[in-house]
């Protein structure tokens, strides 16, 4: 349904590379104005330019709170309000697996900072305007990770796992107010930023964890998205929707 969110600005963080950039692409395609945010400002750019009009290009640090609210600022001046947002933003790619004895503090304290504490400041930057509209949806992007407990990513487990909790008080308290929250875990993604350094073997060894014998890709995903940031999913709040093909059930 092409138009199902004509008239409503969504903003999608890390919406520059991967999931985001498939999320910014289906929200425009459904008929929202698009805040593409992300810390590579060049690849936000060519994001935004790929959508056309209606897309916006804002850099970001979401572990910035003056940086958030900048980012929100360009959006309402452009757009006159934010509907949605989808707390996409995460470190990931660049983590090397590690014992869980053998992380730094420093580097736990940086994906604390950019997938929990990310979120917060932007859902807490966005709230007023929503608040004031009497309407809004916050998606955020945990991990399917969180089901399996993955060993040797402990903080990327734990900031996602903090993420579902952030999730669901976060609904209890904006929901009177008319936005609803919610999350969702996606399994192993097939994208561009990770392609490169998944060997053979280990893509064999995550369809075969899966009940659907394929790899994930975005494609996958954007969907489950769409009608969270839709009015479909009007009066869900506080849940969270997996979507691996079937390695995680809860």
């Not at 897309?55 to 910035?64: G, I, P, Q, Y």
Request: hydrophobic share 50%; proline share 4%.
């Amino acid at each position: 349904m092409a138009d199902r969110l004509t008239g409503r600005v969504a903003i999608v963080t890390g919406g520059g590379q991967g999931l985001g950039r498939a999320f910014a692409h289906r929200l425009a395609a459904d008929g929202a104005r698009v805040v593409v945010a992300d810390r590579n400002m060049a690849a936000a750019t060519a994001v935004a330019a790929e959508i056309g009009d209606g897309a916006l290009a804002v850099e970001v640090d979401v572990a910035d709170p003056d940086s958030v609210a900048a980012m929100v600022r360009r959006g309402t001046d452009a757009y006159g309000g934010i509907d949605v947002l989808v707390n996409n933003a995460a470190i990931f790619s660049t983590l090397a697996m590690r014992l869980f004895e053998e992380i730094d503090p420093a580097e736990w304290d940086l994906v604390m900072a950019v997938n929990v504490r990310g979120p917060f400041l932007c859902t807490r930057a966005v709230a007023p305007v929503m608040r004031r509209a009497g309407y809004g949806k916050v998606v955020n992007i945990s991990s399917a990770t969180v089901w399996i407990g993955r060993p040797h990513y402990l903080h990327y487990v734990t900031s996602k796992a903090a993420l579902i909790g952030m999730t669901r008080a976060l609904a209890t308290e904006l929901g009177p107010a008319g936005v609803r929250v919610n999350a969702v875990t996606p399994g192993a993604t097939r994208t561009e930023i990770p392609r490169a350094t998944v060997t053979p073997e280990q893509e064999a060894a995550i369809v075969a964890g899966q009940a659907i014998k394929r790899r994930q890709v975005p494609a996958d995903l954007v969907g489950v998205v769409a009608f969270l940031a839709g009015p479909d999913s009007d009066f869900i709040t506080g849940q969270t929707v997996n979507v691996d093909g079937g390695a995680a059930f809860h």
